[in-house]
């Protein structure tokens, strides 16, 4: 006669402990022999997977667990807690889609698996997703990520600036070659990126000499950083220059530090616009800001958002 296992209590969100690692879910089965007989005070194996997307689905993680059952048949043990055959129990992302857990089991203790059952998990992986996002790092100033130095990030330290390790620039100018108003007015956080498309559209349609101007270098960027190509970047707002001359020392060190440059203790371009031939710019050797002829060459230096 086959064996079989009656599982009652499959999961215990009570179980789950979000502020200490390892992360786990208490499992609850009582085991009973084919006759309907408890097999008490023995000891058991379990192998548990979590399947990702169906109950056939790909095995995110596997692990086996040897509990012993009490007089009345329970055996309680810990997913997460076991001995590993594959995955990562911390990297599986609860947040992604649906999981199952699939339990095969040995009364005899040993490996011969012969009774298996899978079930979907539902509230659990809520709540471990929960404590992932926790783990989500905060930015702060002096970073070196994302393909560059952090020089600004928001209330949630998720979201920021970072400028490149390295002046793209000693002396290039504003404009392509044309004077005219470009409206590339904006200032702020993230308003260069819309300055940046602007200008670059408005030089195309008033008249382009071809050579390399601020806007277009940055937007030709490309830095690659572990593996990862950063190719979004663009010529910095006035707020936004301000803010790199703010933390200039910071980011001359991590730049430094990383193969990158200091900044030059003169000019930079901002793609800040004045009028129809002046655009703003931040002296890095006193901080002042003033507006300049666009066909002055002046420094540029790229930042993108993230």
């Known amino acids: 006669m086959k064996n079989k296992i009656q599982l009652i209590i499959a999961l215990l969100i009570c179980g789950i402990t979000l502020a200490q690692t390892p992360e786990k879910i208490s499992y609850q089965a009582i085991v009973r022999n084919a006759d309907g007989n408890l097999i008490s005070d023995t000891s058991v194996s379990f192998k548990i997977s979590i399947l990702e997307g169906s109950s056939t689905g790909n095995a995110v993680f596997v692990e086996t667990h040897s509990p012993t059952t009490n007089t009345n048949g329970l055996v309680t043990i810990e997913i997460g807690t076991g001995k590993v055959i594959s ?7 609860w947040g992604s889609g649906d999981f199952f857990i699939k339990t095969e089991t040995d009364i005899t203790g040993g490996t011969n698996y012969t009774i298996s059952g899978t079930s979907q998990l539902l509230s659990v992986p809520y709540a471990l997703h ?13 970073d070196f990520v994302k393909g560059g130095i952090v020089f600004w990030v928001d209330e949630t330290g998720q979201h920021g600036l970072v400028c490149a390790k390295d002046n793209l620039s000693t002396s290039t100018k504003w404009f392509s070659g044309t004077f005219g108003n470009t409206y590339a007015k904006g200032d702020g956080v993230y308003a260069g990126k819309a300055n940046n498309a602007i200008i670059m559209s408005t030089h195309a349609a008033i008249g382009d000499d071809g050579i390399l101007y601020a806007a277009r270098l ?14 979004d970047w ?4 006035l707020h936004e220059l301000n803010l790199m001359y703010q933390n200039r020392s910071t980011i001359n060190t991590v730049s430094t530090a990383n ?14 616009e004045e009028s129809d031939n002046r655009a703003w710019i931040v002296n890095f050797g006193n901080g002042q800001e003033t507006n300049v002829l666009k066909s002055v060459s002046n420094n540029v230096r790229a930042i993108r958002s993230f």
């Open 87 to 93: 995955g990562a129990f911390a990297s599986i992302d």
């Open 130 to 142: 929960a404590k992932k996002a926790d783990n989500v790092p905060n930015y702060k100033v002096g």
């Open 218 to 231: 940055c937007n030709e960027l490309k830095v690659v950083e572990n593996n990862v190509t950063y190719g």
């Open 234 to 237: 663009y010529l910095p707002s």
């Open 259 to 272: 193969g990158g440059e200091a900044f030059e203790f003169d000019v930079y371009w901002s793609s800040t």
